[in-house]
């Protein structure tokens, strides 16, 4: 791909993380709302290498540390980064990577549905739990129930709608990184 086809596709996805994040639930028994970022993100890093995808997310990171709203609600800056839900937007990036190589390796519809499910899901909740640990000071027990547990059925749904979603629309996402 050349390299600012790179940079433009790199830029969109990272614009529409941005709006993912806007579709946002405050949760009353979690400082953790629901979003559909995780969503965008399975999506992204099904559909794209390693290197776009790892990208994507990096500049939405750097965005939201520079103070553009594009976090949950609309926020930004480093007090969401070191705050409760930075885990969650670090693992993001980490989670990229997992997805990838997972789904470079399991090239088929199952294959999709488990780099989403561990990738997606698994690691982001690691770093998500860890991050409430140690922003809010609280253990592994009660992180684990405001980070995770409300999260899960929501989550397997947005695992197999990713799935489905690009495996079903891989041959649009293969001419898109063509050239």
Excluded: H, W
Excluded at 105 to 110: A, E, G, I, V
Excluded at 147 to 164: N, T
């Amino acid at each position: 791909m050349r390299p600012l086809k790179r940079m433009i596709v790199i830029s969109l996805l990272a614009a529409i993380l941005s709006i993912s994040a806007y579709i946002s639930i405050p949760l009353s028994f979690s400082t953790v709302p629901f979003t559909l970022q995780s969503l965008m993100l399975m999506i992204i890093a099904l559909s794209m290498p390693i290197s776009i995808s790892f990208y994507t997310v990096g500049l939405y990171l750097l965005l939201g540390l520079i103070g553009l709203p594009v976090f949950s609600n609309g926020t930004a800056g480093l007090p969401v980064l070191f705050g409760p839900t930075g885990g969650y937007l670090f693992g993001f990036l980490l989670s990229t990577v997992v997805i990838g190589f997972i789904k470079e390796k399991l090239d088929y519809f199952f294959g999709y549905f488990i780099a989403a499910l561990l990738g997606g899901v698994v690691v982001v909740y690691i770093c998500g739990v860890l991050g409430l640990m140690f922003v809010l000071n609280i253990d592994f027990n009660r992180a684990f129930t405001i980070g995770v547990i409300p999260f899960i059925p929501f989550d397997l749904i947005k695992v197999l709608v990713s799935s489905v979603f690009v495996y079903n629309s891989r041959n649009i996402f293969k001419r898109i990184l063509k050239k």
